[in-house]
Nanobody, 118 residues
Framework: QVQLVESGGGLVQPGGSLRLSCAAS????????MGWYRQAPGKQRELVATMTNGGTTNYADSVKGRFTISRDNDKNTVYLQMNSLKPEDTAVYYC????????????WGHGTQVTVSS
């Protein structure tokens, strides 16, 4: 099975930056749709950003212009660069790997906590 391990979360002040990493297993990582999702206390899990194998990206309106998703296929790693962080960005961030591009089940990491607070 696909295994995903997130890292890079932590406590940061409003306006600060964090870089999340997701290390994935699998020899065909380059073919998967990769994404980041988040879940804040009392809220449903929501999409943050996705990237196809060809490099096409999609962002939630709430993070557009502040967050950047990227992937390094040689390292089997996906990144989420988060700038200009706001308190409302506070959530557990989850890495997702989707071999079926929305047409079947996908794989999830265990999450990394991001807290934006003064």
């Amino acid at each position: 099975q696909v295994q995903l391990v997130e890292s890079g979360g932590g406590l940061v002040q409003p306006g600060g930056s964090l870089r999340l990493s997701c290390a994935a297993s699998g020899s065909i990582f380059r073919l998967y749709l990769m994404g980041w999702y988040r879940q804040a206390p009392g809220k449903q899990r929501e999409l943050v950003a996705t990237m196809t194998n060809g490099g096409t990206t999609n962002y939630a309106d709430s993070v557009k212009g502040r967050f950047t998703i990227s992937r390094d296929n040689d390292k089997n790693t996906v990144y989420l660069q988060m700038n200009s962080l706001k308190p409302e960005d506070t959530a557990v961030y989850y890495c997702n790997s989707d071999p079926h591009y929305g047409l079947g089940s996908s794989y999830w990491g265990h999450g990394t906590q991001v807290t934006v607070s003064s």
